[in-house]
């Protein structure tokens, strides 16, 4: 015990880092790596077997983490049932000629299909890309970028994927307010994303006008996404207002709705038993579960064992700036893991007790914003992400090809976020201010 109270604290959760990071790479599920890393953060933090076991106990029975993962669980339902039924394939196909410009029709495909957290995704929605860029002279490596990277401009706020869900809940932030702040994102990585694609030219001849189909089956199709989002999202928010004291006001309305949307798919659908059993017993949603607990423990672990007190102690000591560490951080988990729960799941516990202890709490949201910008950007750029390397193979082009368009609008963004940082911080200094 006096042993590991002599290695700095930064070190020790450095080890635990890099073991939880070498896991991963190893192929190690993402539920497995968490836990590994919590089981040593105890051990090098000094915590004895009892209080490891009295930190996971209490971190699975937390509210919190039954309601996180009852969440995580459903979106997943909901995205392999409308996958099962085909209505992904009939939303896109719906939608096509609503749009006459190729070059937006190039980015809302992918779009659409990044509005559902699907693994691997971006192949979903190649055929068509590849199918509008026959008509342009773009290359295999721009078509995969604007594949790749219009499939997750919703990612920064876009209440369906698990890192956000996750994010609100460990930060605390309502998640209305939480999705106002971080919708600008999408609008600077369209804009962003724009370079490779401005030279797509119109392929209708001038004069010539294709009728264009309703808009109605489209809309339908969308239901089921639409009755998550609009009621789920307002009926979380009233819940909690008209009953402040209890604590899963916010996730019950969004638990109703994601259930409802469920059944609709399956009942417009004509689901037999033997399809909804095999949606419901998919593995890969007993896997999200653990995930889901194993992150909670880690972040319970951290907090029981005093370690992120024992790192704000050295950082202020050592006198390494704030924003350093919120940027680099989850920028350098996100590129090795290549996949957003992994770094908000392993630097948040990490970065938001940090912030508190440093006095920073009233600037939460625009630190967090940061944190999740850079985390996301490093996953972007990393080589381990599915849907690059997915997107990659289909359009048969290398990484170096992609990356020459990537690299910038991932740089772009970052330093768009430190532009966003200021600008928060400093409403919120005004606010301050103005009502003290």
Request: with cysteine; net charge positive.
């Amino acid at each position: 015990m006096a042993m590991l109270n002599q290695i700095p604290a930064l070190l020790r959760v450095a080890i635990v880092f890099v073991l939880v990071l070498i896991a991963i790479r190893k192929k190690l599920s993402l539920g497995n790596a968490f836990l590994l890393g919590s089981l040593a953060l105890g051990v090098l933090f000094g915590e004895s077997p009892r209080a490891i076991a009295g930190s996971i106990a209490g971190s699975i029975l937390d509210p919190q983490t039954a309601s996180l993962a009852i969440i995580v669980g459903l979106i997943l339902i909901l995205s392999n049932s409308m996958e099962k039924a085909g209505q992904m394939q009939r939303l896109l196909s719906s939608f096509r000629g609503l749009v006459s410009s190729p070059r937006l029709n190039l980015t809302i495909f992918p779009a659409l299909i990044g509005l559902l957290p699907m693994p691997g995704g971006a192949v979903f929605s190649a055929p068509m890309v590849k199918e509008l860029g026959a008509r342009s002279n773009l290359t295999g490596g721009q078509l995969s970028f604007v594949n790749y990277w219009f499939r997750h401009i919703w990612e920064y706020w876009w209440p369906l994927y698990p890192g956000v869900l996750l994010t609100v809940v460990l930060a605390e932030i309502s998640l209305s307010v939480f999705v106002l702040s971080m919708a600008p994102l999408t609008v600077a990585a369209i804009l962003l994303g724009q370079g490779p694609i401005k030279i797509v030219e119109e392929s209708n001849p001038q004069g010539h006008q294709t009728r264009r189909p309703p808009i109605i089956p489209f809309l339908k199709e969308l239901t089921p996404v639409l009755i998550v989002i609009v009621p789920g999202l307002s009926t979380g928010w009233l819940l909690s207002r008209l009953f402040p004291a209890f604590p899963l006001g916010k996730e019950t309305g969004l638990i109703a709705c994601l259930g409802a949307a469920i059944f609709w798919i399956w009942q417009k659908n004509n689901f037999s038993g033997e399809q909804i059993r095999h949606v419901l017993f998919d593995k890969h949603l007993l896997n999200m579960f653990y995930m889901v607990a194993a992150i909670f423990i880690f972040k319970g672990i951290l907090s029981d064992s005093q370690a992120v007190n024992a790192i704000s102690n050295e950082l202020i000591t050592l006198r390494i700036p704030l924003l350093i560490i919120i940027a680099l951080l989850p920028f350098l988990v996100g590129m090795i893991a290549g996949i957003a729960i992994a770094f908000v799941g392993s630097t948040f516990p990490i970065l938001i007790p940090m912030i508190h202890s440093m006095g920073e709490t009233q600037y939460m949201l625009s630190y967090i914003m940061l944190a999740m910008v850079c985390g996301f950007a490093g996953v972007l750029l990393s080589p381990l992400h599915l849907c690059l390397v997915l997107s990659n193979e289909y359009f048969q082009t290398r990484l170096s090809s992609v990356y020459r368009y990537l690299w910038f609008p991932c740089i772009a963004l970052i330093l768009a976020a430190f532009g966003y940082f200021g600008l928060l911080h400093w409403g919120r200094s005004m606010l301050v201010a103005v009502f003290p």
